[in-house]
Each structure stands twice: as structure tokens, then as C-alpha cells.
């Protein structure tokens, strides 16, 4: 092999390295988390959908997609189903517990007006913690027995703290925290997996099929879909909390739901909100 | 002499349909359900693991078991293989959509 011939193999070789750099660096950005471009493109997404919808209005579900629901729902907003829950929420976050110490003590703001900013990332613990979380955390450090995350009691402390929030757009924070970004794409591949006998992802209701009828409901499109949370569903009969839905949806699809509070379902939450953020809360929210 | 072989191949054959037919429907032993549930039960657990149990298999298990204790080993052993094949279809889901999940997602 002559001087030329090594060199040309040579430049070949450095060539096919830079290649192989570069393409390496490309597929690390493309698998890189971009939590602002993802929520820019997840409200394109239904604002270019449903052209005639405004953004805010999203969060009112199966209302923002149907004429006839929406008038029907604006009637039964004069008197709203949940306002017992509310009532009592309100009730009960002004009780003291049996240590004289109450709800507000554990939260910012005395827990007036702050459910936009829930889920939060715990750094110290390096986890996702959601309002219900933290509602019954409050409880268990002021000695009191934690409540159903599925049940009226959460459904009505959220009621009302989500009420007094109304109107203030979600405002998730992703922390440098690589671990709160991690939990961030978890909660994405979550939303986004297929499970159950039916083979559905929430994406396929609240994503590919949204207005449309799946039997005699409407689906809700997934962009503010947590704001009016929680809800009297007249289906349930009652209040349903965050966690009383993502373990309904996951049965109904025929998968065996999480425990409520799993890791799991507090990512799927911390991602769902994020991508709605700056949509104001609406909570609490009436659905069929 | 012709005709004796030939009877002799008639009565051979007919004998191996009668006891292939006898051992087709023979009935279900608690062992044969016993093994099936077991199985059953080990591939629902390995969609356990991946967090993605489905509700028919539990359902499909439950039945199975009821069969079992009304003492239909058939229907038993018919279900456990059924809940066994849910349970087996849950973990290919759950091991396929690792990436799959990419494709639905809106960028």
C-alpha cells in the first residue's frame, strides 16, 4: 500500500467516524425529552383540529365538540351537581385536625389558589407528587388516617381547592432535576402505550378520537382534560377524583388498573398537565 | 387367506379409530387442570411484572377455577388454556409497545 492509497483509507475511515458521530448525536436529540416543543405541538395539534374551538375552551371536554351537550351542560351549570361536594370540600379543609392543625398549614398559600401548580416534582424525594398525594400526606403527618383516593372525601377536598384556583392557567414546572424530566417522558409513555384487551392508549379516545361518540359519550380531547378535574359524572352517580378516572379508563378498556397513586399514573398526570399548561382550571366540572 | 388379511387389516384399523376417538374424549383429571391453571397463572404473573394485566384474563382465571371446583375438569382445563393464551397476548403487548408507543405519539 502506497502513501496515497493509506491516505485516502485513512480519510475514508475519519469520514465514516464523523458520520457515525453525527448520526449517534441526532438519534440522542430526537430521544431527548423536549417538554416545551411537545406542549407547543400538543396544542397545535387540537387547535388545528378543531379550528372553531378556542384554546381555553378545551378544558370543558365534550362540550367544547358539541353543540347540543354544551347547551344542555350550560343549563345544569346554574345549579351544578357538584356543588355538595364543594360545600362540604370547603367544610372539611377548614376543620382542624385533631392536633388543631388543618390543611393549610401544609401547603402554600394556606392551599388557596395553588391547584394550577399541582403535580409538583419532589426534588427531595425525586418523585412526582399530585394534589390528592399531597392532600392525604398532609393528613398522615397531622396524624389523621389517609382517604380513598377514589372515593367523595379526596373528591371534595380537590373540589374545593380546585375552585379556588379557577380561572388560573396550569403551571407545571419541570425542574433541572433530570429525574423530574424522566418522570415527565415516563408520564408520556404512558399516555401513549396501548394496554388492555382493546388494545387502546389514552391517545386513542382523547387524542385520535375526540368528539367523537364511543356508545352514548362524547369523547373529551386530551388538552385540558385534567383542568376540570374532579368531576360529578353522571355515569359514576357521583364525585370522581384524577385517580378515579385513570383506573375507570384502564378497566374499561380491559386492562387491570394501578393502584391509584401509582408512580405511574402520578408521571401520566405531571405529563398531561404540563402539555396543558397556560389553560385555565375549571374545576371542579360536571360530565355526563 | 386374502380374505382373512384383509378382515385382519379392517378390525386393526378399526381398533386404532376407536381408541384415538376413546383417547380424544377422554375426560379432564384435576391434574390436567391443576397444570393448565399453573401455567395460566405463570404468564399472568409475567404480565404482572410488566404492569399490564388484563381484566379477561383474571376473569377468564376465575372461571376456570369455578369450573374446576363444579367438577368440570374440561371446561376448567378449556379455560385455563383460554386465560393462558390472554395472559401470553397482554405480555406481547406490553413487550411490543416499548417502542411502539412512538408511533401515536403528536410531534
Not at chain 1, 424530566?181 to 379516545?205: D, H, I
Not at chain 1, 357521583?238 to 394501578?258: A, D, E, Y
Request: hydrophobic residues 40%; proline residues 5%; charged residues 25%.
Amino acid at each position: 500500500m502506497n502513501v496515497r492509497s493509506a491516505t485516502q483509507l485513512a480519510s475514508a475511515a475519519l469520514a465514516l467516524a464523523a458520520l457515525s458521530f453525527g448520526a449517534m448525536r441526532f438519534a440522542a436529540a430526537a430521544d431527548t425529552p423536549d417538554p416545551v416543543a411537545d406542549a407547543r405541538a400538543f396544542q397545535k395539534f387540537f387547535t388545528d383540529k378543531f379550528p372553531k374551538v378556542k384554546l381555553d375552551d378545551f378544558v370543558n371536554g365534550p362540550y367544547s365538540m358539541n353543540e347540543d351537550m354544551r347547551r344542555q351542560w350550560e343549563e345544569k351549570e346554574q345549579f351544578p351537581p357538584y356543588d355538595f361536594s364543594l360545600d362540604l370540600g370547603k367544610e372539611m379543609f377548614s376543620k382542624p385536625f385533631r392536633n388543631g392543625k388543618s390543611y393549610a398549614d401544609c401547603f402554600p398559600n394556606q392551599g388557596i389558589g395553588i391547584r394550577q401548580n399541582y403535580p409538583t416534582f419532589d426534588e427531595k424525594e425525586g418523585k412526582v407528587v399530585t394534589l390528592e398525594l399531597a392532600l392525604n400526606r398532609c393528613r398522615e403527618a397531622n396524624g389523621e388516617a389517609p382517604f380513598s383516593y377514589v372515593k367523595d372525601e379526596m373528591a371534595a377536598l380537590t373540589a374545593y381547592m380546585a375552585f379556588t384556583s379557577r380561572g388560573k392557567p396550569f403551571d407545571i414546572k419541570i425542574s433541572g432535576d433530570p429525574r423530574a424530566l424522566e418522570a415527565y417522558q415516563n408520564g408520556k409513555r404512558y399516555f401513549y402505550t396501548r394496554r388492555g384487551q382493546l388494545n387502546f392508549s389514552c391517545a386513542t379516545c382523547h387524542v385520535q378520537n375526540p368528539g367523537e361518540r364511543i356508545r352514548a359519550e362524547v369523547l373529551a380531547p386530551a388538552l385540558g382534560i385534567l383542568n376540570a378535574m374532579p368531576i360529578y359524572r353522571s355515569e359514576w352517580g357521583g364525585m370522581g377524583t384524577t385517580s378515579r378516572r385513570f383506573t375507570t379508563c384502564n378497566s374499561q378498556i380491559r386492562g387491570v388498573p394501578l393502584e391509584p397513586q401509582s408512580e405511574e399514573y402520578r408521571d401520566l398526570e405531571y405529563y398531561l398537565s404540563y402539555v396543558s399548561n397556560g389553560l385555565p382550571i375549571s374545576g371542579p366540572g360536571a360530565r355526563p | 387367506m386374502r380374505n382373512t388379511m384383509l378382515k385382519s387389516a379392517l378390525a386393526l384399523a378399526a381398533s386404532v379409530l376407536i381408541a384415538g376417538a376413546a383417547s380424544a374424549l377422554a375426560a379432564s383429571t384435576e391434574a390436567d387442570f391443576k397444570s393448565a391453571y399453573a401455567a395460566a397463572e405463570a404468564a399472568n404473573q409475567e404480565a404482572a411484572s410488566l404492569r399490564n394485566q388484563w381484566t379477561t384474563t383474571a376473569a377468564t382465571l376465575a372461571d376456570a377455577k369455578k369450573a374446576a371446583e363444579t367438577g368440570d375438569f374440561d371446561a376448567a382445563v378449556a379455560l385455563s388454556k383460554e386465560a393462558e393464551a390472554l395472559a401470553r397476548a397482554s405480555t406481547y403487548q406490553a413487550t411490543s409497545e416499548k417502542e411502539a408507543w412512538k408511533a401515536l405519539e403528536i410531534r
